[in-house]
């Protein structure tokens, strides 16, 4: 016999996004279900560095994504806080800030101009000399042309992170279901009336919400047309850890042009990140692993006496735009919390704030209203198909 369930929402995907909104919701009285395929930490969760890190990472011709990452880390100490007293659970979070260091003449060029548009925006920012970089950081490459320090930037651990998001969930009510695929809709009409998973289960709920990171383009069990457009961006990590206990040789977040280094208080350092249009691969390449440590090396030459933990590939979910997808989705019952590509792990408290707003009928925060999906319907049909061409599902039909 079928097993049913009721629920105010059902959040399919189990990610740090979806478990953020669902101990949202819960704090607010809704009956909520997190559903995952996998054990947390799970998709690009599991492999994401947990650089919050608005200021380093800022691009040219990306005001509103800005604006969100912004507002998204001034709420991070206040929900860590919060999360931590819930739970006595740790999320890792650590306000060290980040070095940007120009490795030769054309990155110094480069990273100038970013530090230019830095200062013209008021963000925090300050171009030092590279005498001054390596009092911050001694063990910087003896040879570099300066860099940019942003004293405010942190990061966090994503692996506690969303342990710690499961016991709050838990703790306001909330459950999450492990081993659970969702494999079908539940329609009333034309409405989302819930979700069906593989062991025949049906999980019936006013509000469906697609959490599920770089696959909504492969849920099937949605009609075409409400299929969010976003793609599979793969991305390849390296840990390394201090031998016998030491401490990783760097106290910040450090970058390059081409690599970033996140150091963790237990010790690891975590090398990122390839960004390769490769479909759902998530193989670890040699290539990969040459490229992030010969970059790594270049930037903290000690990174050759760490040990070697392992190395992962994830899938970020990217859209056209590179805005995330934060709100209704294309057909009623339906609200996407999906397409946060580099900066999903950044982004979970504003976009937890935003959909539990959203689920109790009120009207999310101006900056979250610029992820609005609603944004992409003027897109046309081939750009959809562009953007999902790397989707089996989509590539067969
Ligand atoms: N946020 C860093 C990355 O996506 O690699």
Request: aromatic share 4%; net charge negative.
């Amino acid at each position: 016999m079928t097993e049913k369930h009721s629920y105010d929402v059902v959040f399919v995907g189990g990610g740090v996004i979806g478990l953020a909104c669902a101990w949202r919701a819960a704090q607010r009285g809704a009956r909520v279900a997190v559903l995952e395929r996998a054990e947390p930490p799970a998709g690009a969760t599991n492999v994401a560095a947990g650089m919050l890190a608005p200021v380093g990472e800022l691009t040219f011709g990306e005001p509103e994504l800005l604006e969100l990452t912004l507002a998204s880390s001034r709420l991070y100490p206040e929900f860590v806080a919060e999360l931590e007293a819930a739970t006595g659970e740790s999320a890792g979070y650590a306000r060290q800030g980040s070095l940007h260091v120009a490795l030769d003449r054309d990155e110094a060029a480069q990273l100038r101009r970013v530090h230019d548009l830095q200062r013209s925006l008021g963000l925090e920012a300050e171009w030092l000399a590279p005498r001054q970089c390596r009092r911050l950081e001694p063990g910087l490459t003896p040879s570099f042309n300066g860099g940019v320090h942003a004293p405010g930037e942190a990061s966090i651990d994503p692996r506690a992170l969303v342990g710690a998001l499961a016991a709050a969930l838990s703790a306001a009510g909330g459950e999450l279901r492990t081993g659970s695929e969702v494999v079908d809709g539940i329609f009333d009409g034309e409405r989302l009336a819930g979700v069906r998973t593989a062991a025949g289960e049906e999980l019936h709920a006013a509000t469906v919400v697609l959490a599920n990171g770089a696959w909504p383009g492969q849920t099937a069990w949605l009609p075409e047309h409400a299929r969010p457009p976003v793609r599979p961006v793969k991305g390849e990590v390296l840990e390394l850890r201090g031998r016998d206990g030491a401490p990783p040789p760097a106290e910040r977040i450090l970058a390059s042009e081409r690599v970033y280094l996140v150091p963790r208080e237990d010790g690891r350092l975590i090398v990122g990140a390839t960004v390769e249009e490769q479909g759902f691969d998530t193989t670890v390449t040699a290539g990969g692993i040459l490229e992030l440590l010969r970059e790594a090396y270049r930037l903290l030459p000690d990174v050759a006496e760490m040990e070697m933990v392992g190395s992962l590939a994830g899938l970020r979910p990217g859209t056209p735009d590179n805005l995330p997808l934060i709100g209704p989705g294309a057909i009623d019952g339906l609200v996407l919390a999906t397409g946060h590509f580099r900066n999903g792990i950044l982004l979970a408290p504003l976009t937890a704030d935003a959909v539990s707003t959203l689920l109790a009928g009120e009207t999310p925060s101006p900056a979250a209203a610029l992820a609005n999906p609603a944004r992409l319907s003027f897109s046309t049909d081939s750009e959809r198909k562009l953007n999902r061409a790397s989707d089996p599902a989509i590539v067969a039909r």
